[in-house]
């Protein structure tokens, strides 16, 4: 662990005495030759960046002037982005059904109650998955109450990507049908039955840390529900946090903009989006986190119980553990609850995704083109979505919608950011953030597929490569 005060006294120590303490007696890394996106849209090429106690110290072309003593790293030819943001994981679950006994009941064999237990108190069981795909931060929109412990172990752990949390979700759904995902230690999906309740956890999971606080959807005909959510979106205000809400469809999104959502969670996938949505999309100033490939995802998760999903994961950065679960599908059809109709669902779900997959593609162009901020998001940890390597499938799902590729490189790193309330921290190359950055061997502004082409990611100033196992000692 490397403290965080420790990255500011030698900068102090320079400012105050810069006569006394020459620039080369602090180690200076100097990445030179790249092409550098920036994050907020602009492009230099053969750039310089330096860094400096983990902080970007300066940004520019070929003139910028590289201190003596610097340590030079020569990556003439390569091309180098902000580290890439996922705006929509969850740390509770594995990207397999274990994690999701909804979805699939595994518990005779993987219990929901053990999966939960080693994943509360092995959180970084998925760091380096993300760091060695490129994400040197991720949004955890939805989670047991440990969630919330995440943000703090993470953030100056250079082995793990910053991590924000939004905790317990609340939702209308009545928590006895809630008890499959929940667990004896504690719900990380509560019934949102009352104003006071409401209240109670908006201060309860502030005060823990929490990033947001998040709606699972909005019964709007639920009086009950919809008095109480009033009640969080006033605490919400009181407290400063904001509200996260899962909409898939056009009135409940619409709903949620009323509300003052920040980050709208998830496409609308039943019809196309109006000039109202947009409108209230606008005046809210929400952030619009499509998550477009969770649900093949699904599909390739039930694909697995035949061995038929097969992961593309060629700088191996897939945890073990998730791996062996994905591989050894087949141990699990026997859940399958008819069997015989297995080849028949897959397919008929797979259609349907498709549809939806279709409305999702289509009303994100239209809030593209609104100029309504996007943010890279993949709700990873869902079955059939793994933690890091998924955010390469929707990369690509945002270019096919058809946004151009050098629009979504913002979008993949700076508007995360923004969503994670850590702006001011990383998300662009800029003098003062955090040295968070990836790079890789193809331009990203030339096709979004080209992020697959990763060499190395650094995180608070230390560079890696991604195809080859941290060395943790
Ligand atoms: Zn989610």
């Known amino acids: 662990m490397i403290s965080r005060f420790l990255f500011y006294i030698p900068l102090i120590a320079l400012f105050i005495g810069c006569n006394t303490a020459p620039e080369s007696k602090i180690p200076t890394t100097a990445l030179k030759g790249a092409t550098l996106f920036d994050g907020n849209g602009n492009q230099t090429s053969n750039g310089v960046i330096l860094v400096q106690e983990g902080r970007i110290t300066a940004v520019g072309g070929a003139e910028t002037e590289i201190p003596a003593g610097a340590e030079v790293i020569d990556v003439s030819g390569k091309y180098i982005t902000p580290g890439l943001v996922d705006a929509h994981v969850h740390f509770g679950q594995t990207g397999f059904y274990d994690g999701r006994p909804d979805a699939l ?3 005779d064999t993987l219990p929901y109650e053990a999966v939960q237990k080693q994943l509360a108190s092995n959180p970084d069981r998925y760091y380096e998955a ?9 949004y955890d929109v939805g989670g047991y109450e440990w969630s919330l412990g995440l943000p703090a172990s993470a953030e100056d752990n250079l082995d793990a990507p910053h991590v924000a949390a939004a905790g317990p979700l609340l939702t209308p759904v009545p928590q006895e049908n809630l008890a499959v995902i929940n667990t004896d230690q504690g719900n990380q999906l509560i019934q949102l039955t009352s104003p006071e309740l409401g209240r109670e956890r908006v201060q309860k999971q502030t005060a823990l840390g929490a990033t947001g606080i998040k709606i699972w959807m909005i019964a709007l005909k639920d009086t009950v529900f919809m008095n109480s959510l009033h009640a969080v979106k006033e605490e919400v205000g009181r407290q400063n946090n904001k509200l996260i809400v899962h909409a898939t469809n056009l009135d409940q999104a619409k709903e949620a903009l009323r509300l003052g959502a920040k980050v709208l969670v998830h496409s609308v996938d039943d019809q196309p989006l109006d000039d109202e949505f947009i409108d209230l999309a606008r005046k809210a100033g929400v952030i619009y986190c499509p998550t477009l490939v969770v649900l093949r995802g699904y599909n390739n998760a039930a694909k697995a119980l035949t061995n038929k999903f097969e992961v593309q994961d060629p700088n191996n950065v897939v945890d073990a553990e998730t791996k062996n ?13 008819n069997p015989e109709k297995y080849e028949e669902n897959i397919a008929g779900e797979s259609e349907y995704y498709e549809g939806l997959e279709a409305m999702m593609a289509a009303n994100l162009k239209r809030v593209y083109e609104a100029g309504i901020p996007i943010a890279l998001s993949t709700d990873a940890g869902n079955p059939g979505t793994l933690h890091g390597i998924s955010i390469y499938d929707e990369l690509e799902a945002m270019q096919q919608a058809g946004i151009s590729p050098t629009d979504i490189i913002p979008m993949a790193t700076r508007n995360g950011a923004l969503a994670m309330e850590r702006a001011d921290d990383f ?6 953030k955090m040295a968070d950055l990836i790079v890789l061997e193809k331009d990203p502004s030339m096709d979004a597929s080209n992020f697959r082409s990763i060499t190395h990611v650094m995180r608070g100033g230390l560079i890696r490569p991604v195809n080859v196992p941290f060395d943790k000692d």
């Open 130 to 138: 993300y760091l060695r795909s490129g994400v040197t931060a991720v």
């Open 427 to 432: 998300g662009t190359l800029e003098v003062g």
């Open 105 to 107: 009941d595994l518990r």
């Open 325 to 337: 679960r994905i591989n050894s599908g087949h141990l699990f059809f026997k859940y399958y609850p």
